[in-house]
């Protein structure tokens, strides 16, 4: 009993002790609440992302200045003999088309450049003017009026010549990629493939059309670039 009594008091006491430390102190180790912690992450989270998209900018703006330095893009040309230049900007390649004749109509596809190989070089090892050569393909469709087969030449254009790879007839609702290709196009009795040559020549599809391509898309290679890279820096500015 003398226990209790003794134990009670000094219960009553820590119990008042504790409230008045609690009242004075709420938080005595300055502990932050989840909710402050979840906050904080999130501002460095958000500063780190800020900080990281300024810096994409700042070598993107960088990189399109040192472009335009070197390099102002030219107005794209709407002819060319001809033909009828469609260039859409943003695509890989151009049209060109024309009528030829009174049923003819032909439409050339024409890539920017597809690829390259190294050039000739002296015996000395001295590269002959530039390190590589260009290529691009060109696929020439010639129709006669609606509803008529579709003559298709697979060319490439190196910059100053055209090779023929293949020629093939197809239907307009058909692709290549379901129909015999025909022979290599250097397969063929070398008096057809001049023949060939020459129906081309006839329609303005000459060497002088594969300068022209590789003077075009070197101007729409450099500009497509440039494009690129706005579309690239106006995305990441968008809030």
């Avoid at 030219?74 to 009528?99: A, M, N, W």
Wanted: proline share 5%.
């Amino acid at each position: 009993m003398a226990m209790a009594r003794l134990i009670g008091p000094l219960r009553r006491a820590l119990i008042s002790s504790s409230k008045s430390v609690s009242q004075k102190h709420p938080n005595p180790l300055n502990l932050q609440s989840p909710i402050s912690i979840v906050t904080a992450r999130s501002y460095i989270s958000e500063m780190r992302k800020a900080a990281f998209e300024g810096n994409i900018l700042r070598l993107i703006r960088r990189e399109i200045q040192y472009k335009l330095e070197l390099f102002t893009p030219k107005q794209p040309v709407l002819e060319y003999d001809s033909f009828i230049v469609d260039d859409r900007p943003g695509e890989q390649f151009i049209t060109l088309k024309k009528k030829f004749g009174e049923k003819e109509e032909i439409k050339i596809e024409v890539t920017m450049f597809d690829g390259s190989i190294p050039v000739e070089k002296s015996d000395k090892g001295i590269p002959i003017g530039p390190d590589v050569e260009f290529h691009i393909t060109l696929i020439v469709n010639i129709s006669k009026g609606e509803g008529s087969d579709v003559l298709e030449f697979v060319c490439s254009a190196w910059p100053d010549s055209i090779e023929i790879v293949n020629v093939l007839v197809r239907s307009k609702d058909k692709k290549p990629d379901q129909l015999y290709m025909g022979p290599e196009f250097k397969d063929l009795d070398d008096e057809l493939q001049e023949s060939l040559f020459n129906f081309l020549e006839a329609r303005g599809i000459d060497d002088d059309l594969a300068i022209f391509a590789h003077e075009y898309m070197k101007n729409k290679d450099k500009t497509e670039f440039i494009r690129w890279m706005g579309t690239v820096r106006s995305f990441i500015e968008k809030k």
